[in-house]
């Protein structure tokens, strides 16, 4: 009998071969490994993706949320201890970007990571939390992503960041409002007047360009 662990043995065997392959090549493994799971138990499937997880690379990463997420009977038992064992130890902004886009905020979508415990990471000392926070906004908007748009959500952990001038926090809240600008502009527009003195300039430019040009920067 084929186990979680051996399933995980093959994908990192594979993933091994991809180091330095362009993410089509590695999503087009992910897919192969989605279909043989497609019909295994939840349980079978979250245990391959711990095991995976186990090896701390941003290929191994990108398998493994992918693989989770797009596996429903999976996403269903996700509960928000195991996601915030997934962020254990994240501390670049490629590995917090992929869980938020991916896991984190699909999960905060479908209630199964609740508002207080997003709230927690918006609160935490951690920039790479307080990032995480923004990212998981993502899913909430982007069309791509399921999203159907959540201003509400979205503005809410956008004001608690408007005074945060840690980089790597500033860039997240440009790209959360800057996808939510897709979705309700006018909303964004409300939002970039009322706090204007304290946004980052670089919000503030990006936003208002991404709003007046569709795209991040003029050309």
Same mark, same amino acid.
């Given at each position: &009998?084929? %186990?979680?662990?051996?399933?995980?043995? %093959?994908?990192? @065997?594979? =993933?091994?071969?991809?180091?330095?392959?362009? %993410?089509?090549?590695?999503?087009?493994?992910?897919?192969?490994? #989605?279909?043989?799971?497609? /019909?295994?138990?939840?349980?079978?499937?979250?245990?391959?993706?711990? #095991? $995976?997880? =186990?090896?701390? %690379?941003?290929?191994?990463?990108?398998?493994?949320?992918?693989?989770?997420?797009? @596996?429903?009977?999976?996403?269903?038992?996700? #509960?928000?201890? &195991?996601?915030?064992?997934?962020?254990?130890?994240?501390?670049?902004?490629?590995?917090?970007?992929?869980?938020?886009?991916?896991?984190?905020?699909?999960?905060?979508?479908?209630? !199964?990571?609740? /508002?207080? @415990?997003?709230? +927690?990471?918006? !609160? #935490?000392? /951690?920039?790479?939390?307080?990032?995480?926070? $923004?990212?998981?906004?993502?899913?909430?908007?982007?069309?791509?992503?399921?999203?159907?748009?959540?201003?509400?959500?979205?503005?809410?952990?956008?004001?608690? @960041?408007?005074?945060?001038? /840690?980089?790597?926090?500033?860039?997240?809240?440009?790209?959360?409002? +800057?996808?939510?600008?897709?979705?309700?502009?006018?909303?964004?527009?409300?939002? $970039?007047?009322?706090?204007?003195?304290?946004?980052?300039?670089?919000? &503030? !430019?990006?936003?208002?360009?991404?709003?007046?040009?569709?795209?991040?920067? !003029?050309?």
């Amino acid at each position: &009998m084929t %186990t979680s662990a051996d399933v995980a043995a %093959t994908i990192r @065997h594979d =993933a091994r071969r991809l180091a330095g392959a362009s %993410t089509p090549d590695v999503r087009a493994i992910r897919r192969r490994y #989605s279909k043989l799971l497609a /019909d295994e138990p939840a349980g079978f499937v979250l245990a391959v993706v711990k #095991s $995976l997880l =186990a090896e701390k %690379t941003w290929t191994v990463r990108v398998i493994a949320f992918e693989l989770l997420v797009g @596996h429903r009977a999976a996403m269903s038992r996700l #509960s928000a201890s &195991m996601v915030e064992e997934m962020a254990v130890g994240l501390s670049d902004w490629g590995s917090v970007d992929l869980l938020g886009v991916t896991v984190a905020g699909t999960a905060w979508r479908e209630g !199964r990571v609740s /508002d207080a @415990h997003v709230l +927690r990471w918006a !609160r #935490s000392k /951690d920039r790479w939390r307080r990032r995480l926070s $923004l990212v998981a906004t993502v899913p909430l908007n982007s069309k791509a992503r399921g999203g159907s748009g959540d201003a509400e959500r979205t503005l809410a952990l956008c004001r608690l @960041h408007a005074d945060d001038r /840690d980089d790597m926090v500033v860039n997240a809240l440009s790209w959360a409002l +800057r996808e939510l600008s897709k979705r309700n502009a006018r909303s964004v527009v409300k939002f $970039l007047r009322e706090e204007d003195a304290r946004l980052a300039p670089r919000v &503030m !430019r990006e936003v208002r360009t991404k709003l007046e040009t569709g795209r991040k920067v !003029r050309r």
